[in-house]
Every structure is written in structure tokens, then in C-alpha cells.
T-cell receptor, first 111, second 113 residues
Framework: KNQVEQSPQSLIILEGKNCTLQ??????????LRWYKQDTGRGPVSLTI?????NTKSNGRYTATLDADTKQSSLHITASQLSDSASYIC??????????FGKGNQVVVIP | DGGITQSPKYLFRKEGQNVTLSCEQN?????MYWYRQDPGQGLRLIYY???????QKGDIAEGYSVSREKKESFPLTVTSAQKNPTAFYLC????????????FGEGSWLTVV
């Protein structure tokens, strides 16, 4: 069983609309949670990173939230643009510098 | 500019041949990693290195080998023992401390023909 579950697996949204991606994890001891954006055929690029004491962090139109008690995180994309079409990967740091990767949320923004 | 450079971007290999993927970083990072990504799957750790001349197996190390002779370089060799080598390979690096940003290279596509 994957230790980091992301949902929905994929979604299509209209340009200008908002969307929220979910990440649930089971790994412990928790260290940090990161969201990455990966364009097709490219390397992932960091969007946000949050530690245990942080419950929200923004990067432009991207806002990540973290509830370490329920082991849930979300990534909210505001006023989506065509360039937001990508896979969004949730990565949880735990233990001694270990990382657990989700399979990604595939987002397609259409005009 | 600082960053991670992977080469080649695309590589074709015949069955039975070894191939080496290059990964170079000029970020002065101690830790470097190799991941494999298959369609619809999350990244899986192949090997990682926390310091020069030391490296550890990840979750799927069989059929792969690495070296870390220099801080800035972490090449990955895909050997003929790897049963299903066709995949997208990503190299990454980070500072040693937990919570630091992980920087990824642009990836290398390996196809076995």
C-alpha cells in the first residue's frame, strides 16, 4: 500500500477556475511535506514545503495546507491558467531524511 | 546558473548492453539521489548518496550501480541485469539537513530496443 495517496488521480478544469488537490499520508515520524509541479517529460519543480508547525504556505496562485494531526494536505490552485496543466506530486519527508512520493494529481486546464 | 544537469536526455539501448546516465550539480549539495518514474507511477528511489565515496541502495537498486567519486557527480549505470530498464530517470540533490528543497534534473528517457 502506498504511504502517500493523492486524489483525484486526474481532473480537467476550465481556465480561470479554482481547484483543490488532496494528499493523505501514513508515514511517520513526520518531518515535512512538499508539493512539486512536474510538466510532462521534465523534472519536478518545488512549489511549497511545510514542516510540522506550519499549516499553510503560498507560492503565487498555489496555496498548500497541512493538517499534521489528520495527516492530510491540500494544494489549492487559484484562477487556473493553461500553464498549470501538469502533474502535482506530494512528497512526505519522514524518519532519517527518507522521502515518500505520491503518484501525482494530473491536472489539465482547458480554455 | 546553479542547478542539476542530466545527460543524455534521450537514450536508446540494445538489450544486453550497459548504459551510464550522467548527473552533475553545481549547488554544493552533499546528498544526491536517483529515481525511476514509470507512467502513472510515483517516483521510486534507486540509489542515494549522502557524502562523497559513500552511497546506499534505495528501494529498487537491483540491476543498477552508482559511484560518487566527486561531490558534484553521481552517475547511474543501468546494467544488463535490469529486467525492465525502459523508464524516465530523475536525478536530484539537496543539502544534508532535513526540510531543505530537493532540486531535480530534467530527466533522462531510456528506451531499450
Amino acid at each position: 500500500k502506498n504511504q502517500v495517496e493523492q486524489s483525484p488521480q486526474s481532473l480537467i478544469i476550465l481556465e480561470g477556475k479554482n481547484c483543490t488537490l488532496q494528499c493523505n499520508y501514513t508515514v511517520s515520524p513526520f518531518s515535512n511535506l512538499r508539493w512539486y509541479k512536474q510538466d510532462t517529460g521534465r523534472g519536478p519543480v518545488s512549489l511549497t514545503i511545510m514542516t510540522f508547525s506550519e499549516n499553510t504556505k503560498s507560492n503565487g496562485r498555489y496555496t498548500a495546507t497541512l493538517d499534521a494531526d489528520t495527516k492530510q494536505s491540500s494544494l489549492h490552485i487559484t484562477a487556473s491558467q493553461l500553464s498549470d496543466s501538469a502533474s502535482y506530486i506530494c512528497v512526505v519527508g519522514y524518519g532519517n531524511n527518507r522521502l515518500a512520493f505520491g503518484k501525482g494529481n494530473q491536472v489539465v486546464v482547458i480554455p | 546558473d546553479g542547478g542539476i544537469t542530466q545527460s543524455p536526455k534521450y537514450l536508446f539501448r540494445k538489450e544486453g548492453q550497459n548504459v551510464t546516465l550522467s548527473c552533475e550539480q553545481n549547488l554544493n549539495h552533499d546528498a544526491m539521489y536517483w529515481y525511476r518514474q514509470d507512467p502513472g507511477q510515483g517516483l521510486r528511489l534507486i540509489y542515494y548518496s549522502q557524502i562523497v565515496n559513500d552511497f546506499q541502495k534505495g528501494d529498487i537498486a537491483e540491476g543498477y550501480s552508482v559511484s560518487r567519486e566527486k561531490k558534484e557527480s553521481f552517475p547511474l549505470t543501468v546494467t544488463s541485469a535490469q529486467k525492465n530498464p525502459t523508464a524516465f530517470y530523475l536525478c536530484a540533490s539537496t543539502r544534508q539537513s532535513s526540510g531543505n528543497t530537493i532540486y531535480f534534473g530534467e530527466g533522462s528517457w531510456l528506451t531499450v530496443v
